[in-house]
């Protein structure tokens, strides 16, 4: 999660703000030309977003998506939808979508790329955004891990974290920031206060932070 060396410290904590709170979210407010539609995406290993989408937002020569709260966006950008077929290599961003979210709305597909940021009335530079995920490659194996041998302690982190009861939890998504855990209709986000960026570690860090949220500990 290293930050672009041509960023000021201010720039690279409001990116890393940014990130945090974009990362909340797996679903907002598509507006393509004239329309607004509801999307649902998932997290690239690459930093991008995977959607399913329909032919007209792939037309569309102005999208930006907005990430709002009960007053006013808390996040928008303005993106480019890049078309992909969901065949060899490129099933498995379809696959991932599917795993967030379950059957698509929509027959095709598209990886969003970020061009401009407006987040706390800053305007960022898009690019910045795209954060490859350093545990990619170990991400399976530890989302398998915590739904196998864990699941208790997964509900026990949506009990603490979230106030939330837990409801057939699964844990699809893992990086730096986070954990992605699907609660039956929705997906919820637990944060990490620091982040997690060495695959070496990454196993123990996470088993180490999930044990000391046990009850009584």
């Known amino acids: 999660m290293n930050a672009p060396e041509h960023l000021n410290p201010d720039e690279t904590a409001l990116l890393l703000d940014a990130s945090r709170t974009l990362r909340l979210w797996t679903q907002g407010d598509l507006r393509h030309d004239v329309l607004t539609t509801p999307i649902c995406f998932a997290p690239a290993s690459d930093g991008r977003l995977i959607a399913s989408v329909t032919a007209n937002m792939l037309q569309a020569e102005d999208c930006a998506i907005a990430l709002p709260d009960e007053h006013a966006p808390t996040i928008e950008l303005a993106v480019t939808l ?111 206060d620091t982040p997690i960026t060495d695959p070496a570690t990454a196993e123990t860090e996470l088993l180490d932070r999930i044990k000391n949220l046990r009850p009584g500990q």
């Open 82 to 192: 890049e078309e992909f077929e969901a065949i060899g290599g490129a099933e498995a961003n379809s696959d991932r979508w599917r795993i967030y979210h379950g059957e698509p709305p929509h027959s095709r597909w598209a990886m969003i790329e970020f061009d401009v940021i407006r987040f706390q009335d800053t305007i960022l530079d898009g690019p910045s955004l795209k954060r490859p995920n350093p545990l990619a490659s170990m991400e399976p194996r530890l989302c398998g891990l915590l739904n196998r041998e864990h699941r208790d302690d997964v509900r026990n982190l949506m009990q603490h974290e979230l106030n939330l009861e837990p409801d057939d939890p699964r844990v699809v998504g893992i990086d730096p920031l986070g954990l992605d855990i699907r609660n039956r209709f929705s997906v919820v986000r637990i944060s990490l």
